[in-house]
């Protein structure tokens, strides 16, 4: 098995790809450790020193770091993957998989416009940020301004304000002109 990597944007974390589907459905995102009991692959991975964030995409994972040296992590990382994947278990315990939906918040007035922003950031931005290892979805729309969780490689990114405030309100402002600003929650 052959795990390739990739740097993203963000220069603590770093993506891995091992050539099969990580989850087909959704994406997962693990912030701390306490979190990774719903995934074996994910306490493997936690238990790796200087692990302090891990991320499931489709057919990726990225893994965030604290200071540590990625030469000191990699080796044990790529092993916990290959592992994962050699021993033909599931990566998720359960079918628990999350989504962008969940506490959602909009006026029913909205939901046109609403409707119109999701679909945009489904097919314009989510496959551009899963690209650099993470996840961008739709939280909510009030007063001109719509809500966005950013999640994988994208939490805490250096540049992930200048993605926010340059590519995708540029672009939702162009085709839904009740959008004013984009904000990450």
């Known amino acids: ?28 995102d693990f912030r701390s450790s306490d979190e990774a009991g719903a995934s074996p692959l994910a306490e ?10 891990v991320f499931f995409g489709h057919d990726f994972i990225t893994v965030t770091k604290d200071d540590t040296d990625w030469q000191h992590m990699k080796p044990a990382i790529l092993g916990a993957i290959m592992e994962q994947f050699m021993s033909g278990t599931p990566v998720m315990r359960s079918a628990a998989v999350q989504a962008g939906g969940e506490d959602e918040f909009f006026d029913s007035d909205d939901e046109e416009t609403v409707t119109v922003i999701k679909d945009l950031l489904e097919t314009r931005v989510r496959p551009a940020v899963a690209q650099d ?8 729309f009030k007063e001109g301004v719509v ?15 200048a993605t926010l405030q340059h590519g995708i ?8 002109p009740e959008v004013e600003e984009v904000r990450a929650i």
């Open 169 to 176: 309100q540029n672009l939702l402002r162009h085709f839904v």
């Open 44 to 53: 493997k991975l936690f238990a790796v020193p200087g692990v302090v964030a």
């Open 1 to 28: 098995m052959f795990i390739q990597t990739e740097a993203t944007p963000n220069p603590a974390t770093l993506k891995f790809l091992p050539g099969r589907v990580v989850l087909a459905d959704g994406t997962y």
């Open 147 to 161: 809500y966005l969780s950013m999640r994988g490689a994208c939490a805490g990114c250096p540049s992930s304000t």
């Open 133 to 140: 290892g993470g996840d961008i979805t739709f939280k909510g």
